[in-house]
T-cell receptor, first 111, second 113 residues
Framework: QQPVQSPQAVILREGEDAVINCSSS?????VHWYRQKHGEAPVFLMI???GGEQKGHEKISASFNEKKQQSSLYLTASQLSYSGTYFC????????????WGAGTKLIIKP | NAGVTQTPKFQVLKTGQSMTLQCAQD?????MSWYRQDPGMGLRLIHY???????DQGEVPNGYNVSRSTTEDFPLRLLSAAPSQTSVYFC????????????FGQGTRLTVV
């Protein structure tokens, strides 16, 4: 069963903030975040490990909530270049060291 | 530095035809994988390889074969194409297994009619 991403889609004005959630029904070991622009390959953003610290670069950061089995991706003061579909890949104890991917969250940034 | 190169970018097949999707990487990565991406489904793992001569099945392996004769190349073969295999296929590689940063190819959009 794949992790659930929410929202499925979000439309923002440039400069606004967004939060994308990735929730798992199973205990998470790690969560991987990628962004994919239309017609392009997914591009790595960051990995969060169970028990690890919140990570981020520039205005994109993420957290890992063990109690909720959820990771959240934060996009602050969004830029037009942030548009795309964001995917989380999750590692579980029984996923045989492979990632199980969410269906994605489509983010549209308008000027 | 080319990274991960996939060919072709687009392909139309008739039901029952076979073909090979090519994937090559120049980063000397041991781990390579094939995914298919369908609307609303995210990425699903087809097959993966942890090194030359070693392959294993992923989540949706039926109808696909792989081989890994060299570190650089990881072709995906469709044995007898079916409309259900219409999808976008991505090849990826990492330098530390499935749980490290993955580098993806540009994808192959396959339509089976």
């Amino acid at each position: 069963q794949q992790p659930v991403q929410s929202p499925q889609a979000v439309i923002l004005r440039e400069g606004e903030d967004a939060v994308i959630n990735c929730s798992s029904s199973k205990a998470l070991y790690s969560v991987h975040w990628y962004r994919q622009k239309h017609g392009e390959a997914p591009v790595f953003l960051m990995i969060l490990l169970k028990g690890g610290e919140q990570k981020g670069h520039e205005k994109i950061s993420a957290s890992f909530n063990e109690k909720k089995q959820q990771s959240s991706l934060y996009l602050t003061a969004s830029q037009l270049s942030y548009s795309g579909t964001y995917f989380c890949g999750t590692e579980w104890s029984d996923s045989n060291y492979q990632l199980i991917w969410g269906a994605g969250t489509k983010l549209i940034i308008k000027p | 530095n080319a990274g991960v190169t996939q060919t072709p970018k687009f392909q139309v097949l008739k039901t029952g035809q076979s073909m090979t999707l090519q994937c090559a990487q120049d980063m000397n990565h041991e781990y390579m994988s094939w995914y298919r991406q369908d609307p609303g489904m995210g990425l699903r793992l087809i097959h993966y390889s942890v090194g030359a001569g070693i392959t294993d099945q992923g989540e949706v392996p039926n109808g696909y074969n792989v081989s890994r004769s060299t570190t650089e190349d990881f072709p995906l073969r469709l044995l007898s194409a079916a409309p259900s295999q219409t999808s976008v296929y991505f090849c990826a590689s990492t330098n530390g297994g499935a749980l490290t940063e993955a580098f993806f190819g540009q994808g192959t959009r396959l339509t089976v009619v």
